[in-house]
C-alpha cells in the first residue's frame, strides 16, 4: 500500500513502496540474446499447426533398450495494460516519485531444456534435466521496472528412483528442480521473476537454484525429506536456506492428507513488527527470518455419495514459530467445491474463506504470518487478483467464490470474486507499507479499517491444440474503506487486463 518502486526483499515485492532501498534500478539493454529470442519466438510459431503432429515424438532425440533423451522448449508471449494501478495511491503518499499509474508493457520468454533417462542393470533409473530461461520485458511494468531481462539456469539436477523387494520406491535427488509440497500454501515458488530478470506477470522461473531431495513412497504413503535454496533475484538476496519433511497419504480414489514441517536454517530475511498501540513506524528486525519454523497440514476429501456427491472439501492450517524472536503466527483455509454435473458446460461453484494473522500492536508477541514460498496465482494461494499484487499473505483475510464452466472441452472460462480485509488494524500489511502520519500528526501504519478490496477477475483459457495455449483476463479491484482512507478520498478503480500464448513442446 504504497507508493514506490519495490520492496526490500524478493519474498515481500507486491507493491511498489517508499525506503530509500527501493530507488534501485537496473536497466539492461536489448542485448543480442534477446534479439535471438525473438527470432526463436517466431520461427516456432510455425510448428503450432496441428497438421505437424506426428505419431513420433519429434523433442524424442534418442531411444534404445536403456537410454532416453528428449528436449524441451516452452515460451511465450504476453501483453499487459494496467490503470489506476495500486488504486492511484502513489498520487496521494509519493506524488514526486515519478510513478504512472496507467501503462502496458509485453513479456517474452524461452525455455530450452534437455533431459534424459538410463535404466541401469539393477532396474533403477538415473535421470536428470539440464534447462534455462531467457525472459524479457518491453515497457513499464507494474513496479516501475521496463526494458529488463536476463538468463539465467532453471533446472540442472540429477537423480535416482527405483523400488527395494519389499514393495518401497525410491527417488533421490540433487541439484536445481522445482518442487511443491501440500497444496503450495508454504512451499512451491522456488524462484523469482521479475525486476531485473523480467517477465514479472509470467514468473517463468520456478525451480529452486539448490535443492536435495529424498522420497520413500510405499501404499499410498510418501516421505519427502529437502533442502532448498531459492533462486532469489541478485538484487535483493536474503540468503536464504530451508529444510523439513513431508509426509502424505494419496487415496486411491481422490482424497489426500499430509503434513509438512520446515524449519529455516538461514536467512538474511527481516521482519516488521508493529509499533506499540500501533501509533509509530514499525520495528525492523534484520534476519529475524532465521530460525522460523513451520508446520502446515492439508487434506482433501475423497468423492461423497449420496446427497454429497457432487461436493468436495479441502483444508489447510499453519502454524509458525520462532523461540528467538517470540513469534507465534498462524494461516488456515477452506474450500468446498460443488460439481453441477447435470448441467451443459459441466459448472463448478467454489467458496473459499483464508485468513493469515497480522501482528498484533496490543502484544510484545510477533504474530505477523510469513507465508514464505507461496504459490501465487488466483487459482492457488491468492488473497484476491489485484490484491495479491498489492498484499502477501500475512494480515489479511478473504472469502472468495469462482465458477468455472466449460462451454467446449477446449475452453474454459472462470469467473472469481474476493472480499479482502485486514486482521489486524495499524499493523503492517505485506512489509509495513502505508506508514504514514495521520491527521493529528502521528506516525501509523497498516489501515484503520478492515475493508481493504473487493476484486473481480474473468479468465478464459482455450487450448489450442496440444503445444498451444491461450489466456486472457480482466479484472478490477474496487477499493474498500481501508483504501479510502489513506487516499483521503474515494480512490480510483484499479482495472487491467492482458492476453497470453504459450507454447509448449
Keep these: 500500500m504504497t507508493s514506490c518502486k519495490h520492496s526490500s526483499k524478493a519474498s515481500e515485492a507486491r507493491l511498489p513502496c517508499s525506503s530509500p532501498t527501493f530507488d534501485r534500478k537496473r536497466v539492461y539493454p536489448h542485448s543480442a540474446a534477446h534479439a535471438q529470442l525473438a527470432a526463436l519466438l517466431g520461427g516456432f510459431l510455425c510448428l503450432a499447426d496441428p497438421a505437424a503432429a506426428q505419431d513420433r515424438d519429434p523433442m524424442l532425440l534418442l531411444e534404445d533398450t536403456a537410454t532416453s533423451v528428449h528436449a524441451h522448449l516452452q515460451f511465450g508471449l504476453n501483453a499487459v495494460s494496467e490503470s489506476n494501478l495500486f488504486w492511484d495511491l502513489a498520487q496521494v503518499t509519493a506524488p514526486n516519485s515519478g510513478f504512472d499509474g496507467d501503462t502496458q508493457w509485453l513479456e517474452l520468454y524461452v525455455k ?57 520406491s525410491y527417488d533421490l535427488s540433487l541439484g536445481a528442480r522445482e518442487l511443491k509440497l501440500g497444496t503450495g500454501m508454504l512451499i512451491a515458488s522456488g524462484a523469482t521473476s521479475g525486476f531485473e530478470r523480467g517477465a514479472l506477470k509470467f514468473g517463468p522461473r520456478k525451480a529452486w537454484e539448490r535443492a536435495a531431495i529424498g522420497r520413500l513412497s510405499r501404499d499410498g504413503v510418501t516421505a519427502t525429506a529437502f533442502y532448498l535454496d531459492p533462486n532469489e533475484l541478485p538484487s535483493t538476496d536474503g540468503n536464504n ?113 483464508q485468513s493469515f494473522s497480522g501482528d498484533d500492536p496490543d502484544t510484545a508477541t510477533l504474530e505477523r504470518f510469513d507465508p514464505l514460498y507461496y504459490e501465487g496465482s488466483p487459482s492457488s494461494w491468492a488473497t484476491g487478483s489485484k490484491a495479491a499484487s498489492t498484499y502477501i499473505n500475512s494480515n489479511v483475510n478473504a472469502q472468495s467464490l469462482a465458477l468455472r464452466v466449460q462451454p467446449t472441452r477446449q475452453d474454459t472460462l472462470t469467473l472469481r470474486y474476493s472480499h479482502v480485509r485486514a486482521n489486524e488494524l495499524n499493523s503492517p500489511v505485506q512489509f509495513g507499507q502505508a506508514t504514514r502520519v495521520d491527521l493529528n500528526g502521528n506516525v501509523v501504519s497498516g489501515v484503520t479499517d478492515r475493508h481493504l478490496s473487493d476484486d473481480v477477475f474473468l479468465e478464459y483459457s482455450r487450448v489450442i491444440n496440444r503445444n498451444t495455449f491461450l489466456t486472457a483476463g480482466v479484472s478490477a479491484s474496487y477499493p474498500g474503506a481501508a483504501i479510502d482512507d489513506v487516499v483521503g478520498r474515494d480512490a480510483p478503480i484499479w482495472t487491467g487486463g492482458f492476453i497470453n500464448v504459450v507454447f509448449n513442446f
Design 112 to 168: 530450452p531444456g534437455l533431459s534424459f533417462e538410463h535404466r541401469l542393470d539393477t532396474g533403477a533409473v538415473l535421470y536428470g534435466k539440464l534447462s534455462a530461461v531467457s525472459s524479457y520485458t518491453s515497457g513499464k511494468d507494474a513496479f516501475d521496472e521496463g526494458d529488463t531481462g536476463a538468463e539465467t539456469i532453471e533446472e540442472a539436477y540429477l537423480a535416482l528412483r527405483g523400488e527395494t523387494g519389499a514393495g518401497l
Design 241 to 353: 536456506e530451508l529444510a523439513g519433511l513431508d509426509l502424505r497419504f494419496d487415496d486411491p480414489r481422490g482424497g489426500y492428507l499430509g503434513a509438512t514441517y520446515i524449519n529455516v536454517l538461514n536467512s538474511d530475511s527481516p521482519y516488521p513488527q508493529a509499533a506499540a498501540g500501533g501509533v509509530g513506524a514499525p520495528s525492523v528486525t534484520p534476519g529475524a527470518r532465521e530460525g522460523t519454523n513451520a508446520l502446515n497440514v492439508y487434506a482433501r476429501t475423497n468423492p461423497f455419495s449420496g446427497a454429497l456427491s457432487n461436493w468436495t472439501f479441502t483444508g489447510d492450517l499453519a502454524y509458525e514459530w520462532n523461540d528467538d524472536i517470540d513469534l507465534e503466527a498462524w494461516a488456515s483455509r477452506v474450500t468446498a467445491s460443488y460439481a453441477f454435473a447435470d448441467l451443459p458446460w459441466s459448472p463448478t461453484l467454489t467458496y473459499s474463506y
